[in-house]
Each structure stands twice: as C-alpha cells, then as structure tokens.
C-alpha cells in the first residue's frame, strides 16, 4: 500500500511541473530516428518559441541504414545506380521549419501535451509537417513527427552526372524520439 501510494505521489509531482510548450524564447532539443522509404536514420533538432503559438526550429537528418536499390542500367550494361554507394547528399537534410502550436488554440493542457502543424523547407525541398510531443518531466519528453514533401527537389546533387540519384527525404518521413530542454 506504501509503495502504491508513493508511485502515485511522484507521478503526480512529475506531471504537476511538466510543461510542454512554454512561450517566448522557449527552447526545446530533440534527438531521434527517423524512417523514410528504403531507409531508416537519425536526427537532431532544436526549437525555439517566438509566441505562445508559433516556433522556428532547425533538424539535421542523416540515413545510415538504406536498402539496396534496384539496379538501372545504361546502354553498355554498367549499373548506373550503385544504392550500396549512395552519395551524402542523398541521404542528408538540413531544413528549418515554423509551426504553429494548436494546444492553445483548443484548451488543452498544456502542461504534458504539445500538438503542432508547420511548414519546413531544406536543401531537398518543402513540406508540411504535423508533430504531438508529450511531456512527463518538466525537461524530458517523447516526440513524434510526420513529414509530407509538397516541393521536392534535390538542390545539391550534380545532376549532369549519369548516375540516377535516389534522396531518401523526397518521400514521406516519420520520425520519433526524445525532447529535452537543457
């Protein structure tokens, strides 16, 4: 009974000073990974508050783990899409995005749950982007988030080269971790 009722207490007092979004120069980080089509990666972000409802953060994305691409041969019969080789570029992404925090707008609690919508644009496009963050110590949470590419476009790849470029970040990415503020 002792033991119960102490389990109770602190999940009360971690939820009691928990708070997902603050306001105003509210900074958040976040380290997870992330799975795109035909790979899965890591990612590290950083968030920061202009308002009670809007943020600009900044993600560095990077796959590790890629399936091998199926092969696309030119004229002589050389496969000219190595995916066991696949350039940095294909599998990084450097973006900056703004979102809107809707936990306000709706009268949630904002104390533990962070629900958000934004716009996120890098070196392999645009997209819209919606995310749900939840709080269970005042500086330590989970994250997850869903991207979507509306512009998809490979802005550092050399593309007079005859090799077919394959970029993991022109598909969909879901992505899930851990939030934190220092």
Known sequence: MKKTLLLGCLLFAVNAFSQAWDDVYDDK???GVSFQDKGIGAEVGYEIGLSNYLSIGFIYGY????????????????????????????????????????????KMDGESID???????GINGAGVQAGFKYFFMENLGVYFNGYCPIIADKFLIDESSTRVYYNFYL?????????FTL
């Open 29 to 31: 980080y976040s380290v």
């Open 63 to 106: 796959v590790f783990k890629t399936e091998t691409l199926p092969p696309i041969y030119d004229s002589w019969g050389i496969n000219i899409n190595d995916g066991d080789n696949a350039d940095s570029f294909e599998k990084m992404n450097m973006a900056a995005s703004l979102n809107v925090h809707l936990t306000p707008f709706f």
């Open 115 to 121: 629900i958000y919508v934004g716009a996120s644009g």
């Open 171 to 179: 598909k969909p990415v879901v992505s899930a971790g851990v939030s």
